[in-house]
């Protein structure tokens, strides 16, 4: 179915190059399903839904957004008729609900199919394999030679170069590259050039190129030499067969002359695939979130007990901090495959002798701080709130040191295989500003982001520098963030949107911080294999790697 330790004196990592698409191939295999057929077996097809603004959506394409919660439906039928009469008389034989997320994180998810109200459907059940199907993530180097070139010079010998061109769709050439002008040599090598797919080819191999060799001219009039079409397919084939080269042909010579064979030979001299390894790449491989949360208990918050307190309790109608921390929450989990989740809290006095804490375990236990999935988290937290007394300072730089640790001993083993994202929910300004900077631009260097949302009424206005949207954050020392790794949001700008709208908005630069840091440190996903070069941190490109579309085409499993 298609579907540290050792720090670096290195400067920052430049963009990371990303494929506008990676694509996923869903598919699907059922055991031991229900027989409904008298005489025969069942015939088994397949139907998949999107929940889509609380109703379940029929689709065949649909995008893949690490920040967003994309639940899924499964359904299984005994088809009885045509596929284009839909699925009202066909036997149901049951369903399986999941997200998108849970299936690209674990690869391979295998559940029971469950009838209508919940019932098992016997020992039926249905598997779903993700695989990234992409296979064309980075770039090319290429190096071109000519032979024996015509000489369009009269006094000395023509100065070529050479221009390629990708074919678009209505026809139109767009230049992809043109080498420099080697003088006066009609068997010149040109230099080795770098190109992204995309640009080449448009990640398309079969998609048609042309190259064309002109004798350069000083006043712009260059003589033209030949050229010849091919495709990047033709190219890699070519090479690999070592028979990589062409006749460089001009048409008009073509016409008037029937002995004429070319204008000399165009070989390519050197291939190298680049491979650009994407956010999936890493996750399919093994990559875990581990998400944090640190929630500020300073006295502005108002007395929890008060319904104007930011940590009111309300029965009907859950506060911003819960808002914001359910929301994140809930996306990050699909990522983690034990769903403990570390909950601290800053700025109260906790007992036993009540003494103010920053960096405070909220199950009050600080030998294991982690709680089990998000309604744990949830949980400890309404626990907590009669249990400490507000107070104060905002110190950030505490939760932001500790997390900061985890991740340094993670970035020791040298292994892509743990990621950090803290989200720190807190209702003003923080007071430890010059600490806070010292702090995040320490945590640059590490696996590890840094989610802010400000929730309530405050002028988060100076909280804007730490977020590197406007330049790169500094340490008061002047050292810059290797990395921009904050993401600053004031909740009421999407209070009244739903809780889905904050995810998207403070998750969003996740994946191409998860890949940038991974490329800087030159680390592939673990585990996979593949025949190209794995780029290093010197590359151009443009940042980003959503969205990524998923294929999603159903058939018989």
């Known amino acids: 179915m298609s579907a540290g330790s050792e720090r670096r004196a290195a400067a920052a990592p430049r963009a990371v190059p990303a494929p506008r698409a990676s694509r996923v191939e ?63 008389d066909d036997d149901f034989l049951g369903g399986m609900e999941c997200t998108l997320g849970q299936i690209v994180a674990q690869k391979k998810v295998t559940r029971a199919l469950l009838l209508r109200f919940g019932r098992n459907a016997g020992k039926s059940t249905i598997t779903v394999t993700a695989e990234d199907i992409s296979g064309n993530n980075g770039y090319v180097e290429l190096s071109f030679r000519a032979r024996k070139l015509d000489n369009k010079d009269l006094f000395s010998k023509s100065d070529p170069f050479l221009e390629l061109y990708r074919v678009n769709d209505d026809g139109s050439e767009q230049l992809v590259y043109r080498t420099e002008v080697v003088k006066d040599n009609l068997s010149p090598v040109w230099e080795p050039f770098k190109v992204s797919l995309n640009n080449l080819c448009s990640c398309e191999e079969t998609r048609p190129l042309k190259c064309l060799v002109w004798d350069h001219d000083s006043r712009g009039k260059h003589d033209f030499i030949g050229e010849f079409s091919t495709t990047f397919e033709e190219m890699q084939r070519a090479f690999g067969e070592d028979q990589a080269q062409w006749d460089c042909v001009n048409a008009k010579y073509r016409q008037k002359k029937c002995t004429y064979r070319n204008s000399g030979v165009v070989i390519l001299a050197d291939l190298k695939s680049y491979r650009v390894h994407s956010f999936l790449d890493y996750i399919m491989g093994g990559c875990q979130i581990h998400f944090t949360v640190a929630i500020d208990f300073t006295a502005s918050n108002g007395d929890p007990r008060n319904s104007c307190s930011l940590h009111y309790i309300n029965p009907f109608q859950p506060n911003e901090y819960l808002q914001a921390l359910v929301a994140v929450g809930e996306i990050c989990q699909d990522y983690d495959s034990d769903k403990r989740f570390s909950a601290l809290g800053f700025g109260a006095r906790i007992p036993p002798k009540y003494e103010v804490s920053h960096d405070f375990a909220i199950n009050f236990n600080p030998e294991d701080d982690e709680c089990e999935g998000i309604q744990g988290v949830v949980e400890a937290y309404r626990n907590c709130l009669p249990r400490v007394q507000l107070y104060g300072p905002t110190n950030v730089a ?15 083993t040298g292994e892509a295989s743990q990621y950090y994202i803290l989200l720190v929910l807190t209702d003003g300004v923080v007071t430890d500003m010059a600490d806070a900077r010292e702090a995040i631009v320490r945590a640059s260097h590490l696996p590890m982001s ?21 330049g790169i954050l500094r340490s008061p020392r002047g050292e810059p963030a290797l990395r921009d790794i904050v993401q600053f949001v004031p909740f009421r700008e999407l209070k009244s949107a739903s809780p889905a709208a904050l995810a998207k908005c403070v998750l969003a630069e996740v994946p191409r911080q998860v890949v940038e840091y991974f490329s800087y440190r030159e680390l592939p996903p673990r585990g996979l294999g593949t025949h190209t070069h794995d780029a290093g941190p010197e590359r151009a490109g443009q940042p980003g790697v959503r969205p990524v579309s998923v294929s999603s085409t159903l058939g018989v499993p």
């Not at 499964?74 to 088809?79: I, L």
């Not at 840094?450 to 406007?470: H, K």
């Open 26 to 88: 869903l598919r699907l295999s059922c055991r031991h399903l229900l027989d409904r057929d008298p005489l025969t077996k069942s015939d088994p097809s397949v139907l998949l839904l999107l929940r889509s603004q609380n109703q379940w959506v029929q689709v065949f394409t649909l995008d893949y957004y690490f920040e967003e919660v994309q639940k899924l439906r499964f359904e299984v039928y005994d088809t009885r008729g045509p596929s284009d009469l839909g699925y009202q």
């Open 398 to 412: 505490p939760v932001i040191s500790k997390v900061a640790r985890m991740a340094a001993a993670e970035e020791s």
């Open 450 to 470: 840094i989610i802010i949302v400000g929730v309530g009424n405050a002028d988060f206005t100076d909280m804007q520098t730490l977020d590197g949207d406007e």
